[in-house]
């Protein structure tokens, strides 16, 4: 199995542009987690998807921030407008068992300017 | 308020040494802990998990300790080599009604230098 994939690994825009990222997960999973890491905050829990459906997204930060799940092997995190304070690594990770035994991607590096 | 702490916040040994490194957390209803190791440029990877009732579980030179009493935990590292240089973090689950939640610590970051 290739892992859980996120794209793009780097992404590098404009404050107030729109910014797309995207993760497969592994087969077989039915939870699948977004991250935001930061330095100071470490690792924060935004959303999290059970058999595609949003259970918890108190962690989003605001409603620049969304998430989807269209089917079992995609989801995308979107923020639109982006500011530069959403800088950060942002981790998709999948789980066959709720909150244990995630399993996270490489992670996309964002930097708003 | 449930909060996992720990230290210490950075550390560099030399290659062949011991150490060890600490997780303290107020989190409640516990459910279990999970160490990570998180290598620079990638995501977390799962070390060990420990419930309630176990004190000890190793994995290779990694071996992770947890007092329920004291809700502390440890991770020790023998005989350190270079690729272990990277941050641990310790995870904590608590049980929230027919969720749980994950409380994540901000991880220790280590630097084994030969």
């Known amino acids: 199995d290739a892992g859980v994939i996120q794209s793009p690994r780097h992404e590098v825009t404009e404050m107030g542009q729109e910014v797309t990222l995207r993760c497969k997960p592994i087969?077989?999973?039915?939870?699948l987690f977004w991250y935001r890491q930061t330095m100071m905050r470490g690792l924060e829990l935004l959303i999290y998807?059970?058999?595609?459906?949003?259970?918890?997204d108190s962690g989003m930060p605001e409603d620049r921030f969304s998430a989807k799940m269209p089917n079992a092997s995609f989801s995308t995190l979107k923020i639109q407008p982006s500011e530069p304070r959403d800088s950060a690594v942002y981790f998709c990770?999948?789980?066959?068992?709720?909150?244990?035994?995630?399993?996270f991607g490489p992670g996309t590096r964002l930097t708003v300017t | 308020k449930n909060q996992v702490e720990q230290s210490p916040q950075s550390l560099i040994i030399l290659e062949g040494k011991n150490c060890t490194l600490q997780?303290?957390?107020?989190?409640?209803?516990?459910?279990?802990l999970r160490w990570y190791k998180q290598d620079t440029g990638r995501g977390p990877v799962s070390l060990t998990i420990?419930?309630?009732s176990e004190n000890t579980k190793s994995n290779g030179r990694y071996t992770a300790t947890l007092d329920a009493d004291t809700k502390q935990s440890s991770l020790h590292i023998t005989a350190s080599q270079l690729s272990d240089s990277a941050s641990y973090i310790c995870?904590?689950?608590?049980?929230?009604?027919?969720?749980?939640?994950?409380?994540w610590g901000l991880g220790t970051s280590l630097a084994v230098n030969p």
């Open positions: 998807f059970n058999n595609n459906v949003p259970i918890d």
């Open positions: 990770a999948s789980s066959l068992t709720g909150a244990f035994e995630q399993y």
């Open positions: 997780c303290n957390y107020t989190v409640s209803p516990f459910s279990n």
């Open positions: 420990m419930t309630f």
């Open positions: 087969s077989g999973h039915d939870y």
């Open positions: 995870v904590v689950s608590a049980n929230a009604g027919n969720n749980r939640k994950l409380i």
